[in-house]
């Protein structure tokens, strides 16, 4: 399904003129996306990126941007779990060292990854308290779904791993490493210590409020590498 999607991308490229690039990204936390450039002086901007929406399957992310706006992927992003992954903090880094030309112009240097892992991380602590706890915890308390509860606190806590391992420079991860490289770069350190109580509370005889418990003083105890 990628691979066709791809190739009607490519297909794209070659009937429409002021498509400077068309470049696909993977991502660590979800199946990645399209950036399709425009010229800046592109005609008919929304009705030719309503075209390239048609082209991507659901799962694919896809920016259209004029080559003025390329800067924009270097932005933080909207950190809004659980409603939506961020992609932001990592996009750049796999665009430039694991992305793909479909068709064009190689752009994949054309724009520096975020200079300040530190806001990334603070934007993202942001976004846990806010949007996840009032999306996420509030409504799965309310509706005592505890197991999803439980997983979703799992696998945001693997998501602010990966945003905290920026910090170190570290940027090749997945889901199923993501745990391990921040105990190797966090080792002895109270995130680290909160992360492995954490994992207990959530597998074994599920208490789910102090699932949350944990999960809250893991976010606390990441805020001190924020500045």
């Given at each position: 399904?990628?691979?066709?999607?791809?190739?009607?991308?490519?297909q794209y490229?070659?009937?429409?003129?002021?498509?400077?690039?068309?470049?696909?990204?993977?991502?660590?936390?979800?199946?990645?996306?399209?950036?399709?450039?425009?010229?800046?002086?592109?005609?008919?901007?929304?009705?030719?990126?309503?075209?390239?929406?048609?082209?991507?399957?659901?799962?694919l992310s896809?920016?259209?941007?004029?080559?003025?706006?390329?800067?924009?992927?270097?932005?933080?992003?909207?950190?809004?779990?659980?409603?939506?992954?961020?992609?932001?903090?990592?996009?750049?880094?796999?665009?430039?060292?694991?992305?793909?030309?479909?068709?064009?112009?190689?752009?994949?240097?054309?724009?520096?990854?975020?200079?300040?892992?530190?806001?990334?991380?603070?934007?993202?602590?942001?976004?846990?308290?806010?949007?996840?706890?009032?999306?996420?915890?509030?409504?799965?308390l309310i509706?005592?779904?505890?197991?999803?509860?439980?997983?979703?606190?799992?696998?945001?806590?693997?998501?602010?791993?990966?945003?905290?391992?920026?910090?170190?420079?570290?940027?090749?991860?997945?889901?199923?490493?993501?745990?391990?490289?921040?105990?190797?770069?966090?080792?002895?350190?109270?995130?680290?210590?909160?992360?492995?109580?954490?994992?207990?509370?959530?597998?074994?005889?599920?208490?789910?409020?102090?699932?949350?418990?944990?999960?809250?003083?893991?976010?606390?105890?990441?805020?001190?590498?924020?500045?």
């Amino acid at each position: 399904m990628l691979k066709e999607s791809l190739e009607k991308f490519g297909q794209y490229y070659g009937r429409t003129p002021q498509i400077e690039s068309i470049l696909y990204y993977p991502h660590p936390f979800t199946d990645g996306g399209v950036i399709v450039v425009y010229e800046d002086k592109v005609n008919d901007f929304l009705a030719q990126t309503a075209e390239v929406y048609t082209l991507a399957p659901n799962s694919l992310s896809v920016y259209c941007l004029r080559r003025r706006e390329l800067y924009q992927l270097g932005l933080p992003g909207l950190f809004g779990p659980p409603l939506q992954v961020n992609e932001r903090p990592h996009l750049l880094h796999w665009l430039k060292h694991k992305g793909t030309v479909i068709a064009g112009a190689d752009l994949r240097d054309a724009v520096e990854p975020h200079a300040d892992p530190h806001t990334l991380l603070a934007g993202h602590i942001e976004g846990c308290m806010d949007y996840l706890r009032r999306y996420g915890v509030l409504m799965s308390l309310i509706q005592e779904q505890d197991e999803a509860l439980a997983a979703m606190l799992v696998l945001e806590m693997k998501h602010l791993m990966g945003t905290a391992l920026l910090l170190h420079g570290i940027w090749d991860i997945s889901l199923d490493t993501v745990a391990d490289q921040f105990a190797e770069a966090f080792a002895d350190t109270r995130p680290f210590h909160i992360w492995q109580q954490f994992q207990a509370k959530a597998t074994d005889d599920l208490d789910i409020l102090e699932t949350v418990w944990a999960f809250e003083q893991f976010l606390r105890a990441l805020r001190v590498y924020t500045s």
